[in-house]
Every structure is written in structure tokens, then in C-alpha cells.
């Protein structure tokens, strides 16, 4: 989030960091805009923080060619925030998943290949995986729109020659990515290729935290010994969304 309250904390973090995959966290729903209120008024609300509604700001979206430009310079203007870092970009995503949104995404698409962009996140999470772990639980997960709506956007990227991964977890179990559900998954993925997400954190209560969130679990998920060495076990390659670029993945 390039104008979230700790971004240039987390920007002098990564450069400590040389070998972090560090990416875009497209924000254009629940949270800070890089432009002022004066120029994307249609997308944000009184106090000039971004709007929370998304079906309603889609609506405008769709209705209004005046929102629609005031979104392109918003996106066009946190890629060139994250320009301005010096950091390599390792990838795209977009909070809330909000790029499925095809007035979002086509825009997102072609402003972040002029930046540099190879390689998005498409959220397409194999529902058959997390039951076959945990049967008879809920996984929650995406609406028949929206996974037609990922499976769309799997298609531009592709015929723009943009990199995504196979598969990614974390949006069914988001905020309870726990140490055992890390462990069990990874001893279960698929062949291909995989992004797991977390939203790990020193403490489950902050500012602008989700209540029920397990972050400080999630923190230790993505630490523990028995989940580098489950990586360990089972094989598996980790790294970054620019591996997939490599190996033309997309």
C-alpha cells in the first residue's frame, strides 16, 4: 500500500532486504489514495480515504467515464509511487482482490506493463484442496461470479504475456492461516505452481485490524521450524512471482 501510514518503514525494510520478492499492493478500496481528494473525488469519501464500498463504487465505475479516468490516474500513480523506491517489482496485487473487477483490471493491465509489470496474482483458489484437508469444514470462498471473473482475468494476463502462479491459498482461510493448515497444505499442493498468502503480524489487534484476524498466528505459520521443514520434505522451490516469469509461466 504505497500510501498506507507504515509504507516508508516498509520500504526501508525491503531495501535492507536485496533478496525479498517484493511487490505492488494495489490499493483502490479501504484505504489511502497517492493522489489528493481534489482529483479522484468519485472514489473516495468526505475525509478523503478511499471508498468501502465496492459494489457501489463498481456501479460508478461502470456508469461514470469521469470515475473511470480518475481510477486510471489513481493506478498510474501508485505504480509511479512504487517507481520512486528504487525496489524491483516482483508482481501485482490489488486489495480485496478488487482487480477481478474487469474496470479495474483491463486499466491495471495496461498501465503496469508501461511500468514493468510481469507477473499478477489471480486469485483462483482450488476449493477441492482445502475440503480434501479439512472435510465437512468451512471454506467459505468466492461466488461462481467471482471465479468466473478470476478465470477472465487469467486470460488477459495471458494474452499480455503476464506471469501468474498456477493456484493461490489464502483467500477461504484468510486471517487464520495457522501453523498446522500451513503444514497440512503444503504437504498437499498440487503440481505447479503455488501462492500462498498471509497476513502475518506482531499483534492481532492495530489499527485498521480485522476483528477475529489471527495475524500473530500467521506471523508464526510463515516461522516455525516444522513449516521450513515441511517445505523442505515435500520438495518444494520457493521464491518469487519472477521465477514464474523465467520459466514463462502465464
Same mark, same amino acid.
Given at each position: 500500500m504505497m500510501a498506507g501510514p507504515s509504507a516508508a518503514d516498509a520500504v526501508a525494510r525491503a531495501r535492507r532486504m536485496p533478496n525479498l520478492r517484493v511487490g505492488l499492493h494495489l490499493t483502490l478500496v479501504e484505504g489511502n489514495p497517492?493522489?489528493?481528494?481534489?482529483?479522484?473525488?468519485?472514489?473516495?469519501?468526505?475525509?478523503?480515504?478511499?471508498?468501502?464500498?465496492?459494489?457501489?463504487?463498481?456501479?460508478?465505475l461502470a456508469l461514470r467515464p469521469r470515475a473511470r479516468r480518475q481510477l486510471e490516474k489513481e493506478i498510474a500513480a501508485q505504480?509511479?509511487?512504487y517507481r520512486k523506491t528504487g525496489l524491483v517489482l516482483d508482481h501485482i496485487d490489488a486489495h480485496k482482490h478488487f482487480h477481478v473487477n474487469p474496470?479495474?483490471?483491463?486499466?491495471?493491465?495496461?498501465?503496469?506493463?508501461?511500468?514493468?509489470?510481469?507477473?499478477?496474482?489471480?486469485?483462483?483458489?482450488?476449493?477441492?484442496?482445502?475440503?480434501?484437508l479439512e472435510?465437512?469444514?468451512?471454506?467459505?470462498?468466492?461466488?461462481?461470479?467471482? &471465479?468466473?471473473?478470476?478465470? &477472465?482475468?487469467?486470460?488477459?494476463?495471458?494474452?499480455?504475456?503476464?506471469a501468474f502462479t498456477d493456484r493461490v491459498f489464502g483467500l477461504?482461510?484468510?486471517?487464520?492461516?495457522? &501453523?498446522? &493448515?500451513?503444514?497440512?497444505?503444503?504437504?498437499?499442493?498440487?503440481?505447479?505452481?503455488?501462492?500462498i498468502y498471509a497476513h502475518p503480524g506482531t499483534a492481532d489487534t492495530f489499527p485498521a485490524s480485522v476483528p477475529g484476524a489471527r495475524y500473530r498466528e500467521e506471523l508464526e505459520a510463515l516461522t516455525a521450524p516444522s513449516v521450513l521443514a515441511a517445505v523442505r520434505e515435500a520438495n518444494v522451490a520457493a521464491g518469487g512471482y519472477a521465477d514464474e516469469v523465467g520459466r514463462g509461466k502465464g
Open positions: 497517492v493522489l489528493p481528494r481534489g482529483e479522484i473525488a468519485d472514489l473516495v469519501r468526505q475525509d478523503g480515504r478511499l471508498r468501502t464500498d465496492m459494489a457501489g463504487m463498481s456501479l460508478g505504480f509511479e509511487a474496470l479495474i483490471g483491463e486499466p491495471l493491465l495496461r498501465i503496469g506493463v508501461g511500468y514493468g509489470m510481469r507477473a499478477l496474482r489471480v486469485p483462483r483458489e482450488p476449493a477441492e484442496v482445502l475440503r480434501s472435510p465437512g469444514g468451512d471454506i467459505g470462498g468466492a461466488g461462481a461470479v467471482v &471465479r468466473w471473473l478470476a478465470q &477472465r482475468l487469467a486470460r488477459r494476463a495471458r494474452q499480455m504475456g503476464i477461504a482461510w484468510t486471517g487464520a492461516m495457522t &501453523r498446522e &493448515r500451513m503444514e497440512k497444505l503444503i504437504k498437499a499442493l498440487p503440481d505447479g505452481s503455488t501462492e
